[in-house]
T-cell receptor, first 115, second 114 residues
């Protein structure tokens, strides 16, 4: 069975600090996809990144970076120099490679950036 | 602009009444999904549809019904059989014709039962 675990329920950091959100997944598939979404207070989920399991290169997009480690089944998300606007709930998700596979979401991590 | 619209944003319902939540997408996506989110909780899948005129139950389908008569539309009806319907409902769509892709979400509908 597929499973996504986000052990950090809630995190608070002071603005400009770096913060890492953890994501650990379980799957029997050899090929799969990992995602991160942001849910700001408005409620809509915003897609951040998709990663294929055969591509283990880390990715950086501005202040955001993602560390994918297949050996530890982790796909962690780091925000550098955090800002108040980064305050949101962040979801990690997993999907198999078949078109009809559902996306499995973790329970989310609520991030508070304190001014 | 392409995207997913959900209406209304806020909805109030009396106990015992059915209510239908709208979800429309103009992204030409094949698959559509309904999720329920309770305070402090993750997303739970209610129903999903891979193609027109076909849909499958998710993890918490009891008390809900859907239809998929058009590719663009996937309305969700919350029936009186749903014992605890107050929640935030999110609709999503996904392009599946060329492999696995991410889901895109609508702005959500917050349903409150009075």
């Amino acid at each position: 069975a597929q499973k996504v675990t986000q052990a950090q329920t809630e995190i608070s950091v002071v603005e400009k600090e770096d913060v890492t959100l953890d994501c650990v997944y379980e799957t029997r598939d050899t090929t799969y996809y990992l995602f991160w979404y942001k849910q700001p207070p408005s409620g809509e989920l915003v897609f951040l990144i998709r990663r294929n399991s055969f591509d283990e290169q880390n990715e950086i997009s501005g202040r955001y970076s993602w560390n994918f480690q297949k050996s530890t089944s982790s796909f962690n998300f780091t925000i550098t120099a955090s800002q108040v606007v980064d305050s949101a709930v962040y979801f990690c998700a997993l999907s198999g490679r078949r078109r009809d596979d559902k996306i499995i979401f973790g329970k989310g991590t609520r991030l508070h950036i304190l001014p | 602009d392409g995207g997913i619209t959900q209406s209304p944003k806020y909805l109030f319902r009396k106990e015992g009444q059915n209510v239908t939540l709208s979800c429309e997408q103009n992204l030409n996506h094949d698959a559509m999904y309904w999720y329920r989110q309770d305070p402090g909780q993750g997303l739970r899948l209610i129903y999903y549809s891979q193609i027109v005129n076909d849909f499958q139950k998710g993890d918490i389908a009891e008390g809900y019904s859907v239809s998929r008569e058009k590719k663009e539309s996937f309305p969700l009806t919350v029936t009186s059989a749903q014992k605890n319907p107050t929640a935030f409902y999110l609709c999503a769509s996904r392009r599946t014709a060329s492999g696995v892709n991410e889901q895109f979400f609508g702005p959500g509908t917050r349903l409150t039962v009075l």
